[in-house]
């Protein structure tokens, strides 16, 4: 996408409206987190508003973040318990704590907005650095399948009355990258676009990411719930060390 600028994209206007539309499974993410953790500590790459963090926090769980959007980290900083978290404001493919954790997690397909396939690699490896030697990376992801009926189409996410909420996409299947646009159209707010460019991976591309950083395919469920993998909609993969 011309002029897309992935440390630009989750702004203070996006930050402000990320937590208005909950998706549904933070329990259940929570839980899992919590099982796998056990009485140790957790890293979750991309920490973002907290979602997932803050209840994982709530259960006792030591967590720690990394977020490349300082926009986000201060809607973090707002709510109950976010000033306690050590977040760290940078790249999650490079940045170190110098700490070690039972869990690294990485949710809702964020390794996709790393924009090369190197870069993905570099996530992998920056995971395998901070893992205990029996550590888990856990990634939640979709399956490409699911966001890609064609290379390019608009899909109507939501109908009201007096807006609408389009999907817009483009794919190109040589960088593997698709270019999104959910654009709300609102009798009373006008037009507003949320822009957004993703390098889309299967599954077994990812576990490959995950053999040249040393790590090797533990479990995969299809979601939070641990409910078997099917190869649609999405996936919820651990990873730990060879």
Same mark, same amino acid.
């Given at each position: 996408?011309?002029?897309?600028?992935?440390?630009?994209?989750?702004?203070?206007?996006?930050?402000?409206?990320?937590?208005?539309?909950?998706?549904?499974?933070?329990?259940?993410?929570?839980?899992?987190?919590?099982?796998?953790?056990?009485?140790?500590?957790?890293?979750?790459?991309?920490?973002?508003?907290?979602?997932?963090?803050?209840?994982?926090?709530?259960?006792?769980?030591?967590?720690d973040g990394v977020e490349l959007s300082q926009s986000m980290v201060d809607v973090l900083r707002s709510k109950p318990g976010g000033a306690a978290l050590d977040v760290t404001v940078g790249d999650m493919t490079s940045i170190h704590t110098?700490?070690?954790?039972?869990?690294?997690y990485l949710v809702y397909n964020t390794i996709f907005n790393l924009l090369t396939q190197d870069d993905q690699v570099r996530c992998f490896e920056n995971a395998a650095a901070h893992l205990t030697g029996t550590g888990v990376f856990l990634?939640?992801?979709?399956?490409?399948?699911?966001?890609?009926?064609?290379?390019?189409? *608009?899909? %109507?996410?939501?109908? #009201? !009355?007096? &807006?609408?909420?389009?999907?817009?996409?483009?794919? /190109?299947?040589?960088?593997?990258?698709?270019?999104?646009?959910?654009?709300?159209?609102?009798?009373?707010?006008?037009?507003?676009?949320?822009?957004?460019?993703?390098?889309? *991976?299967? %599954?077994?591309?990812? #576990? !490959?990411? &995950?053999?040249?950083?040393?790590?090797?395919?533990? /479990?995969?469920?299809?979601?939070?719930?641990?409910?078997?993998?099917?190869?649609?909609?999405?996936?919820?993969?651990?990873?730990?060390?060879?």
């Open positions: 996408m011309y002029g897309f600028q992935p440390s630009e994209s989750f702004g203070p206007e996006v930050a402000g409206r990320y937590d208005d539309s909950p998706r549904g499974d933070e329990e259940a993410a929570t839980d899992l987190l919590a099982q796998l953790a056990g009485d140790g500590a957790a890293l979750e790459f991309a920490i973002g508003t907290g979602r997932i963090a803050l209840p994982l926090a709530q259960r006792g769980v030591p967590v110098g700490k070690k954790y039972e869990v690294v990634v939640e992801a979709a399956v490409p399948s699911a966001w890609l009926p064609t290379h390019s189409y *608009a899909n %109507p996410e939501k109908v #009201d !009355l007096d &807006a609408v909420t389009l999907d817009v996409c483009t794919y /190109d299947p040589v960088t593997q990258i698709l270019d999104e646009n959910h654009v709300r159209i609102s009798k009373d707010e006008g037009i507003r676009f949320g822009p957004i460019s993703c390098r889309l *991976a299967w %599954p077994s591309e990812l #576990d !490959l990411m &995950a053999r040249l950083a040393g790590l090797r395919l533990a /479990d995969r469920w299809g979601g939070w719930h641990r409910q078997p993998y099917t190869g649609k909609d999405m996936h919820v993969s651990a990873y730990r060390l060879v």
